[in-house]
């Protein structure tokens, strides 16, 4: 059977990596990789660290493209590309544009979909904007759906998703982890060479979603400031995203403080090393939420809301919310409270086990077996 990964961002790269070695490994698969590359030096860096080489490569980054351009130049893109191998089936990840227009592309030459992380909810369609509707495009195209957890489960079938196409398999990020954090590692960033990861106490910082963009992320990186200046043995590093209007804040509020650093983003490894000799970390990505509690850190989450509930049920993240009050009283008692520090630090990631991967790939098996 062919199978065709598509993705476009960093973050399905990292949680699709593991996956498509996975795939390429199985002799009874022919694997197809098709990146659109709605990031570009972003996922280049990830295809290099886990050596992996896209058959087609649509290349749609442009400087500040919308999302109706990148909807198009997808969906256009993608088009003769699935035409020309007529794959058995399309892997998309999560939910991003590029997964919810492949998803669509492919629906439109009828080929069946398979939703990688499918089922994450906020029921917030504007939040986040526009990855919360991209999920739900995606799972009423999808024809299997990839659960990590059994409460993601639970959502798709209160959505009339047929049971048997379910599949809780944990998320492929902790895969991917486990491989990257394994590997000795040393920092080739400045910054961060110089740090004194042994008696400092480091909180990473990462914030750039565009419904945080103004009075909230204002209020964050607020809050995030008031600790650095209270908190002398605090460091705390911000690999800063792209988004000029996102450095354009991060400089206002955060600029000039001795012990707050802001550095160029960070490729995948060197994230996963900081955040393993990270303190806590506080952040607005859903990634992170299931990455870090695998590195036994807290992570103070800065949104209203979140579609992973498993973290915080489980106690390994807060939801710390966009007000500067509750964001620093809540990052002031990791650094005071020991016992509301080890609650977290050690508390059971709700993520999986690191074998999501090798259960997407039978699932596919079998599905096929009993098309056949």
């Known amino acids: 059977m062919k199978v065709m990964s598509i993705f476009g961002t960093r973050p399905e790269a990292i949680k699709m990596a593991p996956l498509v070695q996975a795939l390429e490994a199985d002799p009874d698969i022919e694997s197809v990789l098709c990146v659109t590359a709605q990031h570009r030096s972003m996922l280049d860096q990830v295809l290099e660290l886990f050596n992996l080489t896209p058959d087609y490569d649509l290349n749609i980054m442009k400087p500040n493209q919308s999302i109706s351009m990148i909807t198009s130049n997808v969906l256009l893109g993608l088009e003769p590309i ?18 919810f227009v492949a998803a ?15 089922g994450l909810r906020t029921f917030d369609k504007y939040s986040p904007f526009p990855e919360e509707m991209n999920r739900l495009l995606t799972g009423r195209i999808a024809e299997l759906h990839f659960a990590p957890t059994e409460r993601n489960r639970q959502n798709l079938l209160n959505e009339r998703v047929r049971d048997n196409t379910i599949f809780v398999t944990g998320n492929t990020v902790i895969d991917a982890l486990l491989h990257v954090a394994g590997k000795p590692y040393e920092f080739e960033d400045e910054t961060l060479k110089a740090l004194d990861f ?13 419904e ?32 000029p209007k ?27 090393n900081l955040m393993a000799r990270s303190f806590f970390i506080l952040t607005d990505s859903g990634g992170l939420q299931e990455e870090a509690p695998a590195l036994g ?16 049920e489980a106690g390994t993240a807060r939801l710390a919310g966009v007000d500067r009050a509750t964001v620093y009283k ?21 993520y999986g086990d690191g074998q999501a991967c090798s259960r997407i790939v039978e699932a596919i098996k079998a599905y096929f077996e009993q098309q056949s």
């Open 297 to 312: 850190k807290p992570v103070l989450v800065v949104r209203r809301e979140t579609e992973r509930p498993e973290a915080v």
């Open 246 to 272: 996102v450095r354009e804040e991060a400089d206002r509020y955060l600029g000039g403080i001795p012990n707050i650093h802001m550095i160029e983003p960070l490729s995948y490894q060197p994230m996963v």
């Open 198 to 210: 042994d008696h400092k106490r480091v909180i990473t910082v990462t914030c750039h979603r565009r």
């Open 104 to 118: 669509l592309a492919a629906f439109y030459q009828q080929i069946k979909v398979g939703h990688v992380e499918a």
């Open 330 to 350: 809540l990052a002031k008692e990791l650094l005071t409270d020991q016992a509301a520090y080890e609650a977290m630090a050690k508390a059971v990631n709700p």
């Open 82 to 99: 699935l035409a020309k191998e007529k794959p058995d089936m399309v892997l998309v990840h999560g939910d991003t544009s590029t997964s």
């Open 212 to 243: 945080n963009l103004g009075e909230h992320m204002a209020n964050i990186f607020s809050a995030i400031a008031d600790i650095a200046r209270e908190f002398s043995d605090v460091e705390v590093v911000y690999p800063i995203h792209l988004n």
